[in-house]
């Protein structure tokens, strides 16, 4: 298996651009999460879905923030528009409910808001 | 509600010296319990996890860690750190039961140091 994909993995911008980050998780497995780790604030929990359902959103900073899963094999974290203080480490994670809930992470997007 | 403590930011310790990370919980319910790490510029990496059964769980590269009921503690141990174990580890709890239920809740992790 391939694990969690994700892109970019790098991605600098400017401020008020939007920006999208995308997920491809494990295939069969039922929950997807979003996080955002930085130094000072370390690993949040932004949002995460049951079978393609937002199911807890309260992490999620700001209006700026939305998060989508049209289908079980693709999620997208879109910033619009982003701020200097988005930037950070953006980590997708995936997991399945026949196993005992342990989270597969992906290799992070690491976003830089100039 | 569930928590995870994990005293300190920081451990260092010598090449070959025992590796002891600290890690409480807190959970109204038996939980499941797991152990991440970090390397520099990568993602988490789960290195070893308790659900039922035996409480002294092995993980990779040498980790350990026992479930500690009375202790609500589940702390990871290696006898003898090398270097490549320099990494930031993430203690994390969920309920324990398998299924939709599945949001880890982590602490703020600790940072290792290993000192040639």
């Known amino acids: 298996d391939a694990g969690v994909i994700q892109s970019p993995r790098h991605e600098v911008t400017e401020m008020g651009q939007e920006v999208t980050l995308r997920c491809k998780p494990i295939?069969?497995?039922?929950?997807l999460f979003w996080y955002r780790q930085t130094m000072m604030r370390g690993l949040e929990l932004l949002i995460y879905f049951n079978n393609n359902v937002p199911i807890d959103d309260s992490g999620m900073p700001e209006d700026r923030f939305s998060a989508k899963m049209p289908n079980a094999s693709f999620s997208t974290l879109k910033i619009q528009p982003s701020e200097p203080r988005d930037s950070a480490v953006y980590f997708c994670?995936?997991?399945?409910?026949?196993?005992?809930?342990?989270?597969?992470f992906g290799p992070g997007t690491r976003l830089t808001v100039l | 509600a569930q928590s995870v403590t994990q005293l300190g930011s920081h451990v260092s310790v010598s090449e070959g010296a025992l590796v002891l990370l600290r890690c409480n919980y807190s959970?109204?319910?038996?939980?499941?319990l797991f152990w991440y790490v970090q390397y520099p510029n990568q993602g988490l990496q789960l290195l070893l996890k308790?659900?039922?059964?035996?409480?002294l769980v092995k993980g990779i590269n040498g980790f350990e860690a026992e479930f500690k009921k009375s202790e609500t503690s589940f702390h990871l141990t290696k006898p003898s750190a090398h270097m490549s174990d320099a990494a930031e580890y993430f203690c994390a709890v969920t309920l324990g039961t398998p299924g939709a239920n599945s949001k880890l809740t982590f602490g703020k992790g600790i940072t290792l140091s290993v000192r040639p």
């Open positions: 295939s069969g497995h039922n929950s």
């Open positions: 994670a995936s997991s399945s409910w026949t196993g005992f809930n342990e989270q597969f």
């Open positions: 959970s109204s319910v038996p939980p499941y």
């Open positions: 308790y659900t039922t059964g035996a409480t």
